[in-house]
């Protein structure tokens, strides 16, 4: 099992999963910091802008002139921006099976995997996280192509300029693979290869493992996912908040007894707390306004903005500002404000009992309704009629390098009245301010980032117990700027494997066993014997079969008589054709060592997770006629699933010879992992025998019918 | 006792002893207790015992029983405790599994034990143990065996005996006791790990403040000085501080018990001080430069590994520690034995470091605070005792450098968008503490001269909580504000940096926050500001609200729904009419006039109380202060009054003073009525005076005493002014006296009675129903 990491953003993921000849990518996020390199796109011509001066080396040399600029000691590069794509080159990801997606704001990569990689496999993602991806995709679409910039900079790019370039410019990592914005041709074709799921449900690849998406309390319709076969669980652990905010609470239990959690998407301000922050931006909100001075947020159009906007509606009028008009401008504020409404089943429990009320799950509706909130596609048009001042702005995008923040930018930066707070917390602040310095405006940071604090982050772990941690090298250290802080990192045991961009995981696995079925007749030839108190023993003979990933065990075939050489051979439809059986060696199995290996390997095995196995060690004298190489049997005494109750209750049901001892027809085998020889359709026909011929334990309590 | 209590206990005494009766509660069992405690001070024991035979039954009965309930065995325990005091000797019980019982039997055994030495050795007094009689040596036996015990709970129970008798009986014999028993508590002490170390802490503590071991007792110390290095953290704290406490105790003794409470801050500063450099701490805050502290005390002292322990155990072991170090420190701070020299500047330095700590900025040196700070970070507990203890060490002297630092913190925390309200509130009080504390400069300015950039960052951060969405910052913000204002109001410093900022305009505006507490304190600091002249700068936007804060605050009083901003309001009101607000002062009596109106008609008697008071000033004001009651105060030649009697009487029937107190008088609320006939004594008293000084006394015979009742009736019809002669005739009417006393008395007066004590008990036994027939 390995784990790809093309993307080295902690809270915007891109991993591949190779987990018993599935191939998963995990997360298809976007590193959209690269675009702080580039020059705003304005949406109203900007003389400031426009007339920067071009940048020229220390010698004089201004060849770079026409794509570099310069404004207040930094240097930008005067293009369409660009961004930082996942890994490409780490894995053939044409060969992708699924794209599993865990929230919106992880997904806004996929036009380019999905598009251009010649990738043929499916998306799997909840209604909401595709309905407002498609709206994040869209809005950054459309904040692009609307300022169409004919320049393309590339001479920049090139390794020995880049050398000579300053920070953070000549810092800037893999700028030969940064790409322009897909199109919505290409948006729409990514998103026609999604799959809608729901919560817990179980979605089966190819037969060999089930992926199941659960909620994760971060956004609408966020989830974590599960990953499992029959006898290994990996959980990926992606954007999660454990706070009571608008979407459904996160479900903590279903990620007990991982062999692997791949932890990813904490908290990217673990110091601080989000209530304070709320409270935070609501006093230097209050505080502008009432000098007369306009707010500007920075944000997406969805996700925290419900929660800053229903903090609002409750504080406006306790803060005399109930007549300070709030503006949400983005082309697709509309329906992102009404997206909110009708995604019900999705919203925590106080807002899915709203939706038998007569009002709306969120109070922006309210807002709305008595015009205190009003929203617009954009600033042109309606907007520009009812603009009042002083008013908040809430509008995209938080980088400041493109929408229509750009122009409130320009518009407001120079009278130290306005202020501009930043919640989003993807951006460097002071990075994000760089090209509109000098800035009389005031700038308050109030990130709002709900998701997984370190603390939390050992609670869970604690409480879910996985064997084994994967997360980014990030989370294994404090941060860089407070190096004491040992409390800012993920503290666990055994410690957490990291990753870093670009980097190939080879995850650790104790467990490597396969589930086998027994045919119902062989099930009933078979006599065991007990040899002990509780426990009992038969010896099986049979044809292992495998397909699709499952198999089972056949009855096995009636040994071909020794024919003269010209009759021609019977043919057998049921049982495939094969060699004559080496003969079996001969003796009796020496019945108390066997027992006695028997429990050591059962209370061995009862200690690591609740499945009992009993394992027949070194019980191998058969052969594999293609393999040649068991390692060992198990026998598995776990409770019976309901499916397999019911398969149960219908083969006891079948006629079996009275007054004699049947095994339980339902007993499964479990065999060593079979890897080497499960490429999936292929179809495998193997005869087994075991010890002298074979051995099955089973439970003398199941005969007592 | 009474006749009629005589006569109901008997039946109560059937009703303690049969177990199928239900005895009402251990409360009433415990008041039967207080009142047989006074009754026996009263009269003879003897006496009682044998007017009320059903009392020696009781007790003997009690004794036959096997399923008594343990609230009726313990009173009956205790009953004979209190005639045992008297008369003598009974049984007694120890160990019982009933707490009530235990402690009951216990402290019997204390009193049999200094009953019958009292009687033995009175005239030996020091008496060697083989000399005491029987009965003490078998307590002590017993004591001593149970000292011995491996089983703590007896080990407690002996120990809670002896920490009884040491604390009651103070005579000779109990040194003669302790030289007896020491040995035993010594041995006690070497157990690992120490049995029942709080009992033993007590006994330590109570043996070293019995005045009968003098200061010579040396083996006492030792024991002491033994327990303090044995003992664990969690006990040896309350050991040290009860040491320190002591008046008289040997000077190493104290040294040591000051280091053991200081071990905990020891190992937090030692976790955390840079270990190259000069010997120290140093402290650093945002802007200003680093200072050497001299860790005094703190320096040499060896980590003591149990500390290190109990810090790194758990989160919450360490938060325990440190609060409850921070809590010892603080009680011994003020006390007049504190060790000297006080090391005031490292446990400041402690103080800012174990905040630091929980606000995640502090440095780390060692793995051991890596741990700390990995535990403290956000721990508002330790957070809220660092800030409490912080204050209290204001009062000591620091260097003015040290002072700029601890204020640096105290912003900070004021600022940090991650203090949580309960934490806000604490560094409130800290910073107003500290700035109390501030050196006062002979020059031109009041306060030090750092203040004013410290109060131009603080009304900033001021500014941002009395926006914060959180009313309990709002309001503790609100409250810091009427603080600081009432003490620098006047001073140009504090006006000027309060005036440059948005603070008045917010204090302000939030008389009309949807928090009824929150307006209730932007009235109080509002008025206060106004009182000091510190108006709101009038901006255009508000200017027409802003006319007059009087008319708000009128109308809040009319208007408002809640009682707390109305209350706030009357006493701004009261306070104003006092100190003459130039607002109140350019119409005093219609402002008197409107002010008692709303609040006579007020329903919060709160209110109604705060307008008598407002009233009483009024009084004041028209008729000169009221007379000092101290008679040995030197008399001062009666001031002459401000204006004629007649004069003034008009004045107050002008603005309706008396309708109000008239009304008052009988007013449901007892408070109200008690403020009420004070007024109208100290005006009745006034009048005398007026008198005796010769003024001519308005005739009041010829005046038809309308009937008093038309006042205190429902009436609210404005009426015309009262004559001053139908108001004096009103006066003397009254038996104002008689009044008070009936209202000084509770309104449970009745209830409290052993009379009916006693007829409830027997009520809840069915006993006065009677009729147990009825119940069929």
Redesign the interface.
């Known amino acids: 099992m390995k784990l790809y990491c093309l993307s080295g953003h902690p809270t915007l993921p891109c991993n591949v999963l190779k987990f018993k000849s599935t191939t998963i990518m995990l997360d298809c996020g976007l590193d959209m910091t690269s675009t702080l390199n580039f020059l705003p796109l304005p949406l109203v011509q900007s003389p400031r802008l426009s007339n920067l001066p071009g940048w020229s080396l220390k010698d004089g040399n201004a060849f770079l002139d026409k794509e570099l600029k310069e404004c207040s000691g930094h240097v930008f590069v005067d293009s369409v921006p660009e961004f930082c794509l996942p890994e490409t080159e780490l894995i053939d990801l044409s060969t992708v099976d699924v794209i599993l997606i865990s929230n919106y704001h992880c997904m806004m990569a996929l036009p380019y995997i999905t598009e251009h990689t010649g990738f043929t496999g499916t998306v799997y993602a909840t209604e909401p996280t595709v309905q407002i991806g498609r709206l994040l995709m869209e809005e950054l679409v459309n904040f692009i192509e609307r300022v169409p910039k004919a320049q393309s900079a590339s001479l920049w790019k090139n390794k020995d300029i880049q050398r000579l370039l300053p920070s953070p410019l000549k810092d800037a990592v893999e700028v030969s693979t940064w790409r322009r914005c897909y199109t919505m041709q290409e948006v729409n074709s990514a998103l026609s290869k999604i799959q809608l799921v729901g919560y817990s449900q179980k979605i089966e690849l190819f037969g060999a493992v089930q992926v199941t998406p659960l909620s994760s309390g971060y956004a609408l319709g966020s989830s974590n996912w599960i990953i499992q076969s029959h006898y290994e669980k990996v959980s990926y652990v992606s954007g999660s908040s454990l706070l009571t905010t608008h979407p459904q609470p996160m479900d903590q239990a279903s990620l007990k007894n991982s062999d692997v959690l791949v932890l990813t998407g904490l908290t990217q301000i673990p110091?601080?707390?989000p209530d304070?922050?709320?409270?935070?931006f609501?006093?230097?909100l209050?505080?502008t306004v009432?000098?007369?001075g306009n707010v500007l947020v920075p944000c997406y159009p969805s996700g925290v903005i419900y929660d800053l906007l229903e903090?609002l509606y409750?504080?406006i009028?306790?803060?005399?500002l109930s007549s300070v008009p709030l503006y949400f401008i983005s082309p697709v504020a509309n329906s992102s404000l009404e997206f909110s409404q009708i995604f019900a089943e999705w919203l925590c429990h106080n807002k899915q009992s709203k939706v038998y009320l007569p009002e709306p799950p969120f109070p922006h509706a309210e807002l709305i309704q008595t015009n205190k909130l009003k929203h617009y596609p954009s600033i042109h048009g309606d907007f520009s009629n009812d603009f009042r001042q002083p008013c908040v702005v809430f509008t995209g995008h938080p980088s400041l390098r493109f929408g229509d923040v750009v122009h409130f930018m320009e518009l407001w930066g120079k009278s130290s009245l306005n202020t501009v707070i930043f919640t989003e917390p993807d951006f460097s602040y002071l990075e994000a301010l760089a090209p509109y310095q000098p800035l009389a405006m005031k700038c308050i940071y109030?990130p709002i980032d709900t998701r997984l604090n370190f603390?939390q982050v050992s609670k869970l772990l604690k409480e879910v117990q996985p064997l084994h941690v994967v997360c980014p090298e990030q989370y294994t250290q404090p941060p860089p700027a407070?190096s004491?802080?040992?409390?800012l990192m993920i503290d666990c045991q055994p410690p957490a494997m990291s990753y870093r961009r670009a980097e190939v995981l080879a995850l650790p696995f104790k467990r490597r066993y396969e589930k086998i079925e027994i045919m119902p007749e062989l099930a009933d030839s078979l006599v065991p014997m007990e040899i002990k108190p509780g426990i009992s023993l038969a010896t099986v003979s049979a044809v292992l079969h495998t397909k699709d990933n499952k198999h089972l065990l056949q009855p096995p075939p009636r040994p071909t008589q020794p024919t003269s050489g010209k009759k021609r051979k019977r043919v057998s439809d049921d049982v495939p054709d094969c060699k004559v059986l080496k003969p079996l060696l001969s003796g009796s199995i020496p019945v108390e060592q066997f027992v006695q290996t028997l429990e050591k390997v059962s209370r061995f095995l009862g200690r690591h997770g609740h499945t009992t196995r009993i394992s027949l060690s070194r019980a191998h004298y058969g052969s594999w006629r293609q393999q040649g190489d068991v390692a060992a049997w198990t026998c598995s005494r776990r409770p019976l699933s309901t499916q397999e109750e019911a398969a149960s209750t219908r083969r006891c049901d079948e006629p079996g010879r009275v007054g004699q001892r049947r095994a339980h027809p339902c007993q499964s085998l479990e065999l060593p992992q079979l890897t080497p020889c499960c490429q999936r359709g292929a179809r495998l026909h193997l005869s087994v025998r075991i010890w002298e011929a074979a051995a099955m334990v089973l439970d003398a309590q199941e005969f007592r019918e | 006792m009474d006749l009629e209590c005589s006569r109901l206990l008997p039946a109560l005494c059937a009703v303690l002893v049969d177990p199928r009766q239900p005895v009402a509660d251990d409360t009433c069992l415990e008041k039967l207790l207080d009142w047989f405690k006074t009754v026996t001070e009263g009269e003879s024991s003897l006496l009682l015992l044998q007017e009320h035979p059903c009392l020696v039954e009781l007790l003997s009965h009690v004794l036959k029983l096997q399923d008594l309930s343990p609230g009726v065995l313990s009173f009956s325990l205790r009953l004979a405790g209190i005639f045992a005091a008297q008369e003598n000797c009974f049984q007694y019980l120890q160990g019982d599994s009933s707490l009530f019982v235990a402690s009951a039997a216990s402290q019997l055994l204390v009193h049999i034990l200094a009953l019958s030495m009292r009687g033995g050795a009175e005239e030996q007094p020091c008496l060697q143990g083989d000399d005491w009689p029987t009965c003490a040596q078998k307590i002590m036996g017993h004591v001593e065996e149970s000292l011995c015990s491996t089983a703590t709970p007896k080990v407690t129970q002996a120990l809670n005996v002896l920490t009884t008798t040491f604390g009651r009986c103070q005579s000779p014999w109990t040194e003669a006791l302790w030289v007896r028993l020491s040995a035993r508590v010594a041995c006690l002490i070497e157990r690992d790990p120490i049995p029942a170390a709080h009992s033993l802490v007590d006994l330590l503590l109570c043996v070293a403040r019995s005045p009968v071991f003098g200061s010579s007792n040396g083996n006492l110390w030792e024991m002491v000085a033994q327990a303090l290095s044995c003992l664990g953290p969690t006990h040896v704290g309350p050991l040290a501080l009860g040491i320190l406490k002591l008046e008289h105790c040997p000077q190493a003794l104290r040294t040591q018990a000051f280091q053991v409470l200081l071990q905990p801050l020891a190992c937090v500063l030692k976790a955390t001080v840079q270990a190259p450099g000069p010997p120290g701490l140093l402290l650093r805050a945002k802007g200003t430069r680093a200072v050497a502290i001299t860790p005094g005390l703190l320096d040499g002292m060896a980590d003591d590994a149990m500390t290190v322990d109990a810090l790194l155990a758990s989160k919450s072991s360490c938060a325990g520690l440190l609060c409850r170090t921070l809590a010892h420190l603080e009680e011994l701070q003020p006390l007049p034995q504190r060790p000297s020299p006080w090391p005031q500047v490292p446990l400041l330095g402690a103080a800012v470091t174990v905040l630091r700590l929980c606000d995640g900025s502090a440095t780390p040196v060692s793995s051991v605070g890596g741990h700390l700070c990995r535990t403290l970070a956000g721990c508002v507990r330790v957070q809220r005792a660092a800030l409490d203890f912080l204050g209290m060490l204001s009062q000591g002297t620091s260097p003015q450098e040290l002072v700029m630092q601890v204020l640096a913190v105290l912003l900070e925390c004021l600022e940090s968008p991650g203090s949580s309200p309960t934490v806000l509130k604490k560094a409130f009080q800290a910073t107003f503490r500290w700035l109390l504390s501030s050196p006062k400069t002979p020059s031109c300015s009041g306060l030090g001269p750092h203040i004013p950039q410290f109060l131009r960052e603080l009304f900033l951060v001021l500014q941002k909580r009395l926006c914060s969405p959180c009313w309990e910052v709002r309001d503790s913000a609100l409250e810091f504000l009427t603080q600081l204002s009432r003490h620098w109001g006047g001073e140009a410093d504090f006006s000027c940096a309060l005036l440059a900022s948005e603070v008045p305009e917010l204090a302000w505006q939030l008389l009309q926050d949807p928090e009824s507490y929150v307006r209730a304190s932007a009235v109080t600091a509002t008025g206060q500001l106004s009182s000091r002249g510190l108006h709101a700068p009038t901006s255009p936007q508000h200017a027409v609200a802003r006319q007059s804060l009087l008319r708000e605050l009128l109308r809040i009083l009319s208007t408002d729904s809640e009682g707390f901003p109305r209350r706030a309001v009357m006493q701004v009101f009261t306070e104003w009419l006092r100190d003459g607000h130039a607002d109140v002062a350019r119409d005093t009596e219609q402002f008197v006039a409107t002010v008692l109106q709303l609040a006579s008609q007020d329903l919060d008697w709160e209110v109604r109380v705060q307008g008598l008071e407002l009233a009483l000033v009024f009084l004041g004001q028209t008729l000169g202060p009221p007379r000092t009651h101290c008679p040995y105060a030197v008399a001062l030649p009666e001031a002459a009054p401000a204006r004629p009697l007649t004069e003034a009487l008009r004045a107050l029937c002008h603005v309706r003073l008396f309708d109000f107190a008239f009304r008052a008088l009988f007013d449901c609320d007892r408070p109200v009525a008690q403020k009420s006939c004070d007024l109208l004594l100290f005006l009745r008293d006034k009048i005398a005076s007026y008198n005796s000084l010769g003024e001519a006394n308005p005739n009041t015979n010829s005046v038809e005493v309308s009937p008093w009742r038309r006042w205190a009736g429902e009436q609210t019809q404005p009426q015309e002014d009262q004559e001053p002669e139908a108001v004096l005739a009103m006066l003397r009417s009254l038996d104002l006296e008689g009044l008070q006393s009936t209202l000084a008395e509770s309104s449970d007066h009745v209830e409290k009675s052993p009379q009916s004590l006693l007829q409830d008990m027997l009520a809840t036994g069915g006993f006065l129903q009677g009729d147990e027939a009825d119940c069929y």
């Open positions: 110091t601080a707390n304070g922050m709320v409270g935070e609501c006093s230097n209050a505080l009432r000098n007369g903090c409750q504080y009028d306790s803060a005399g109030c603390i407070q004491h802080r040992m409390d």
